[in-house]
């Protein structure tokens, strides 16, 4: 079971960039995915999350994400993404991918609810 997360960059303030999470070693249409950041210096903070499509994939954001971001899945290509428009220094970070079969859904942005973690991929939103 393995994620791999990319698209991490450098920004401008404003920018957008699309970061994507492929998984492999399951079936990700059968999981609840979530994206997850870590700044420097700081605790790692739950971003977004989307559930499988066979409860209803529908998805939820942290408050500060203030409608800036989409979270999206294709699970056809077992692949989720999380699109990041209006981008600003505070959301420089490790973005980070997680998945589980069997997350507790009021619980959905504690990060002991997932049981598989991709690498990071940096953003870096600097003029």
């Known amino acids: 079971v393995q994620l791999q997360a990319s698209g991490g960059g450098l920004v401008q303030p404003g920018g957008s960039l699309r970061l994507s999470c492929v998984a492999s070693g399951f079936t990700s249409e059968y999981y609840d995915i979530a994206w997850f950041r870590q700044a420097p210096g700081r605790e790692r903070e739950a971003v977004s999350c989307?559930?499988?499509?066979?409860?209803?994939?529908?998805?939820f954001y942290a408050d500060f994400v203030e409608g800036r971001f989409t979270m999206s899945r294709e699970d056809a290509k077992n692949t989720a993404y999380l699109q990041m428009n209006s981008l600003n220094h505070g959301d420089t970070a490790v973005y980070s991918c997680?998945?589980?079969?069997?997350?507790?859904?009021?619980?959905?942005?504690?990060?002991?609810?997932?049981?598989?973690w991709g690498q990071g991929t940096l953003v870096t939103v600097s003029s």
């Open positions: 989307t559930r499988n499509p066979n409860r209803d994939g529908s998805s």
């Open positions: 997680a998945a589980s079969r069997t997350i507790i859904w009021s619980s959905r942005f504690r990060d002991d609810q997932y049981a598989y």
